[in-house]
């Protein structure tokens, strides 16, 4: 398994995961086999650029600009959050 | 355009997910059956429009997930067009199988209705041992043909193991297999006793030191896996000190439709005495889920008693299991024995102690087996 920190490393949901929009809640929701997980805004704003063809290092650079904001920071961020939700299976780095 | 309902403050959260036990006809006859003693029959069945309205109010309702359950669900001629229908309202999927009725065509249907995941559950990894529990001949060999073709058709795979005194030694090769058939997720989950598992409760229960071995089996299993294989591991609560957070409480998370379309807040829910458990042909999901007594009567902590009410703990465990109070004790509202602060918690040792000789032999859940309702 190649590591969040590595910057070519395209990240896509494991199989059987999906993240959608839910009406009810008014909220992004990640549905997994049995599972789900409710991601704060950080973590939508990166999920909704997993898409299995994106770089972890475009996808850092799309939210830097986007929020103006240091790209190591943002690094940082989508580095531990990608890392998180692959040790709980939810992604494939 | 939402479709939430406007709710009152304070009103509990909408249900993540929805169980639809769509039928309790099954080939298998595994002693620990989650269903209840009372087994419906075909005759009482919801029809295919009652599911469905089912499943536009699960959805309308803020459900997520809905299973396919039962018994086995594929037993129902119209599993396919409902897998369709719940789809079609953005439901997550999930077939929870015993996956001895599930051939390549049949897999195929149910693929392009847009099931996301299958569940099949193996009753150990040894095919004489497997098929004993089953009381089928042959199952454990068409699960593994099941579970490759799942595989190959590109679905999510979970592996469901139950865990009891005659399996407990091959918890290593559980994972192993799981990990075989390309499984991105194994349950190892040791019998609940409740129903089925309660009445054989001297036949299953694992010893202590069987126990810690799977637990150590699991533990080591997560970190060499990591990433690649969820493991959902479940304890007994014969030996534990605190209850589980059972259903993370009742009326929560979680609504479960029997067969015939009684809602409830668990599997076991019908074992409780002098609850109205109301039926999805007379009520809609959301008048079930907010206002119904049944699914308020343990909701929350206003109903515990002590030590529950005082319990640091509370709203983590949510005072246990309430099905397993009243089967142990009798009162549904006292606090659940596998807690060490009951004063019922003797009782879990003296099972233990009431389970050490040689098992007896299986009462198999089967009709001809079950209570009459």
New interface residues.
Partial sequence: ?SAAGQDTAVPRL?????F?F?????AW?L??????FLPDEQAVEILKLVDGARSVAAIVADLAERFEAPPELIAGDVGAMLQDL????AI?L | MSTAHPRAAGAPEPPLAVLLEVTHRCPLQCPYCSNPLALERASAELETADWQRVIDQAAALGALQVHFSGGEPMSRKDLVPLVRHATQRQLYTNLITSAVLLDEVRLGELKDAGLEHVQISFQDTQAQGADHIAGLAGAHQRKLEAARLVKAAGLALTLNFVIHRHNAERAAAMVALGAALGAGRIEMAHTQYYGWGLRNRDALLPSRAQLDAVTAVVEAARTEHQGRLVIDYVVPDYYAHRPKACMSGWGRRFMNISPSGRALPCHAAETLPGMDFPSVREHSLQDIWYESPAFQRFRGTQWMPDPCRSCERRELDWGGCRCQAFALTGDAARTDPACALSADHPLMAAAVRAAAGPPPPFAYRRYSEASAR
């Fill in positions: 398994m494991a199989p059987g995961v999906k959608r839910d009406e009810v809640r008014q929701v549905l997994a086999p049995e599972r789900l692959a040790g709980k299976g494939r």
